[in-house]
């Protein structure tokens, strides 16, 4: 079930609008430098895409114990947008992982200078817990290469932190690699991903794999090793490969082109009267650095008061407004909140929460039953209202979810099915009843209406 969120707030272009991006494209290919600076992902796909996010960014991720992040020059728009003038260094970087008692845990991890193409740093780690798997079918990991290891996670994470730490501040290029920072617990802000500069065939939010973009745009296979696995530095070459491709033949290589733009840039290009349209988005968390990011203005709330507070203060200067009130969902277990104030689904959450007592869910319906009559009270005459649920009762959906993707787990770590207790396998039934339930979870109730005189 995708994000209603993204769907509410994207839109599809003119045909005016498609042909003007189209020239624009076509002109700022033709004028600007080939430089693989215009490919580093902005706050918002970083945050979109599960990357740890350094502090002096934005507050939107807390780093548990044990995690570290680069030091920059300054923090300015130049850290998110150098100077072309100045490119930093890029270094490939891919890891490999095995399993322990503690879960997974760094195994090897590969560095390659891009404008060389030398390895600069090829590592094997000795983990601090007894391996269970050695995941050596996607790693390439092996007990007894992995015997020959002597260096620590700390010095390895340390030696990544100084190569990341130089000044300019390099930029790191990978694939999915807010994996590998998550396994390095190391947050970096310049990040080029090819997961994302390239287009999966079938569009967002979907992402090509790294052997499928290598065969299609470089026209060479790898990891093909059977069960050899997965080999770092390979896999980091490909990468250095992929974005050369990318810079060579402009933004528009590897692309399958989905023409939307977000509803606030629409509005941006309208006028009322004469006034250019402005908009705010009032919503948990940080909708500054997630979905209002384009939108006039923005105020965080941490309570579905202050976003009655804040609609009801921002309606004067605005002409589109968006809220949310989340503590009905909450109250009923259907979500939870993550690090960048954003409130999704979590599936072990959301399928161990008990069902709120009827007295409660009645204390919360009446809340929010005074919240939208005082809200209403307060719109201007002719004001039109939309008022929409999102979805449905996700919670049956996300267990199935998760038994899906523990037994899936589990078989990739080598395990047969028949060794799989009955209760947690995964069957054709448990498919389709789990079709059932996404079916039933993206149902929703939508209200329109407009305020009379």
């Excluded at 004028?31 to 979109?48: D, G, H, N, V, W």
């Excluded at 290029?173 to 991903?193: F, M, T, Y």
């Amino acid at each position: 079930m995708h994000s209603v969120l993204n769907a509410f707030f994207q839109g599809p272009v003119t045909g005016e609008e498609k042909k003007r991006r189209l020239t624009d494209r076509l002109l700022s290919e033709r004028a600007q430098e080939k430089t693989p600076l215009r490919y580093l992902l902005s706050l918002e796909q970083m945050i979109e895409n599960g990357y740890p996010i350094p502090s002096y960014l934005a507050e939107v991720f807390d780093k548990p114990p044990g995690w570290v992040e680069t030091t920059v020059e300054t923090v300015d728009d130049t850290l998110l947008s150098p100077s072309t003038s100045d490119t930093p260094r890029i270094f490939a970087m891919d890891c490999e992982m095995c399993m322990t008692d503690a879960g997974k845990q760094l195994a090897r991890v590969c560095l390659i200078d891009y404008a060389s193409g030398i390895v600069v740093y090829d590592q094997l780690v000795k983990p601090n817990q007894p391996v269970t798997d050695y995941l050596t079918r996607w790693s390439g990991i092996t007990a007894e290469n992995l015997s020959k290891a002597t260096a620590t996670f700390e010095e390895v994470q340390a030696h990544i932190l100084s190569v990341l730490s130089a000044t300019p501040t390099p930029i790191l290029l990978g694939h999915s690699l807010e994996s590998d920072l998550n396994v390095l617990k190391i947050c970096h802000p310049r990040c080029i991903d090819t997961a994302l500069i390239f287009h999966h065939p079938r569009g967002r939010p979907l992402k090509p794999g790294l052997a499928w973009l290598t065969k299609k745009w470089c026209n060479r296979e790898i990891q093909n090793r059977g069960e050899g696995g997965h080999d770092p530095e390979e896999d980091a070459r490909a990468c250095l490969d992929l974005l050369r491709k990318k810079v060579e033949n402009g933004p528009g290589y590897g692309e399958f082109k989905v023409d939307t733009e977000s509803i606030f840039e629409r509005m941006s290009r309208s006028k009322v009267k004469g006034v250019p349209v402005t908009s705010a988005v009032v919503d948990h968390g940080n909708p500054s650095a997630w979905h209002g990011q384009k939108a006039t203005t923005c105020v965080a709330c941490s309570t579905d008061a202050e976003v009655l507070e804040g609609l009801i203060t921002s309606l004067e200067p605005h002409h589109f407004l968006f809220g949310r009130f989340t503590a009905l969902a909450d109250a009923r277990g259907w979500i939870t909140a993550k690090s960048s104030g954003d409130p999704v689904l979590d599936a072990a959450t959301a399928s161990a929460t008990s069902s709120t007592s009827t007295a409660d869910l009645s204390t919360v319906l009446s809340t929010l039953d005074a919240q939208l009559r005082k809200l209403y009270a307060a719109l201007p005459a002719r004001t039109a209202v939309v008022i929409f649920t999102g979805h449905s009762d996700p919670r049956r959906m996300a267990e199935l979810n998760a038994r899906k993707a523990a037994f899936e787990n589990a078989l990739k770590m080598g395990k047969n099915a028949e060794d799989i207790e009955k209760e947690s396998r995964w069957t054709s039934a448990d498919g389709r009843e789990l079709e059932e339930e996404v079916e039933k979870a993206k149902r929703g109730l939508l209200f329109l209406g407009v305020k009379g005189a």
